[in-house]
């Protein structure tokens, strides 16, 4: 009957082990789990009286399925009605070889073994990672050999200092390093000694600085916001973007720098004396961290006045501590009313480097005191004439 555990219950059961990569990481380090018990269902005593042909067609299926990979313990049964029977009452599968039979994935095992194998002999640091992660490491079995190539390459190049692109291996390019930066940072982190990995970078998008290759310059975008600034091309509209170095350097002689989140907010950002604006990058200003010369300069930073906003601006003072808001204030959001929107995800957590009137209203924002949804005024929202008329 369907109660009883039939033979693709029990193959079931096992399914979810290899689901779970246990049966591979047996391959790489045996432990107690063979041999391994499966649940059984069986009939009971009034089940062999008022269903005996049925318990008797339900041992003869699972006796047949056995040859898959299961043995079956048989219990005598003497019954009133009967009389003496024998049926199955457990299922135990014995090896892991039968377990990987019963749910026919005997040829990926083959595959994984010979990856292990290669793994044991040339990266044994890695061996752990194959026992927690046997199903990705199958799943990467066409690409194992060039990750444990790279591996060995690094070990020998340690914080190489060049470009990705310049690595020079055999049937290994940049675009292989870039697709499997996520499983070659696990890899890495436990082949690379200590002082070959930088461990703030964090991510796939922080591979090269983790491991010492040389990434891509950060790039500054600006514009003059005078056509008399030195650095003025006749003819251009002031627009320009240069590498993180070089904005460092530049020193301009400018008294007011604009930050502003928004490309069309930079691109019509109105005419200022001794000023540019500078295109910004959301969170993360590593790319104006170095430029000291900011601090020289009245710095005025203009975001969206939603959550998010306010903590860029509090993530930028971490930087520029001296860095002003602009238009991101109560007066601004209330004239704009009609113009709000919902912010989708608001942030929550405190801002310890807002000013007492920037905590106010970040406050009335966060816990909704402004409106039973969370407010936002996009900064292309702010009429034009009112920004004009707000720029120092």
């Known amino acids: 009957m369907s109660e009883w555990t039939a033979p693709a219950d029990l193959r079931a059961q096992v399914l979810r082990r290899w689901d779970k990569g246990e049966l591979l990481a047996e391959r790489v380090a045996p432990g107690p789990l063979f ?6 269902r069986a009939p009971s005593s009034r089940d062999l009286s008022d269903h005996f042909e049925a318990v008797r067609a339900w041992a003869a299926e699972l006796q047949k399925g056995a040859a898959a990979g299961y043995r079956l313990v048989m219990r005598e049964v003497r019954h009133r009605v009967i009389g003496q029977n024998s049926h199955p009452v457990e299922a135990w599968v014995d090896t892991l070889d039968d377990a990987l039979r019963l749910v026919a994935k005997t040829r990926e095992a083959r595959t994984f073994e010979a990856l292990l194998a290669a793994t044991a002999q040339q990266q044994p640091l890695l061996l752990p990672w194959l026992q927690r992660q046997p199903l990705r490491a199958l799943a990467l079995a066409d690409q194992w050999t060039q990750l444990l190539a790279l591996v060995a390459w690094l070990q020998s190049h340690p914080r190489p200092g060049i470009f990705i692109r310049q690595v020079d291996l055999a049937g290994i390019h940049s675009k292989f390093i870039e697709t499997q930066r996520a499983v070659l940072t696990e890899l890495l982190d436990l082949a690379l000694p200590a002082d070959a990995i930088d461990p703030v970078p964090s991510g796939s998008a922080q591979f090269a600085r983790r491991y010492g290759f040389r990434g891509k310059p950060l790039r500054v975008r600006f514009r003059w916001l005078c056509p008399p600034a030195p650095g003025w091309v006749a003819g251009g509209d002031g627009d320009y973007t240069v590498s993180q170095v ?17 490309e069309i907010n930079f691109l019509a950002f109105p005419p200022v004396a001794d000023s540019l604006v500078v295109f910004g990058a959301g969170y993360g200003f590593e790319a104006l961290a170095q430029a000291g010369w900011l601090s020289d300069c009245a710095l005025h930073y203009w975001g969206d006045i939603d959550t998010h906003g306010f903590a860029i601006l509090d993530q930028l003072r971490a930087h520029h501590p001296h860095a002003q808001s602009f238009l991101m204030d109560r007066q601004t959001l209330l004239e704009h009313r009609p113009q709000w929107t919902v912010e989708p995800q608001p942030t929550l957590r405190d801002l310890p480097r807002l000013s007492p009137e920037e905590s106010a209203l970040y406050d009335e924002l966060r816990w909704l005191r402004l409106s039973d949804q969370p407010v936002r005024l996009e900064q292309e929202r702010i009429s034009f004439g009112f920004v004009c008329r707000a720029v120092p």
Request: glycine share 0%; no cysteine.
């Open 246 to 262: 070089a904005f460092a350097r530049m020193a301009p002689a400018v008294r007011r720098v604009f930050i502003t989140e928004n």
């Open 35 to 40: 041999p391994l018990r499966l649940a059984m």
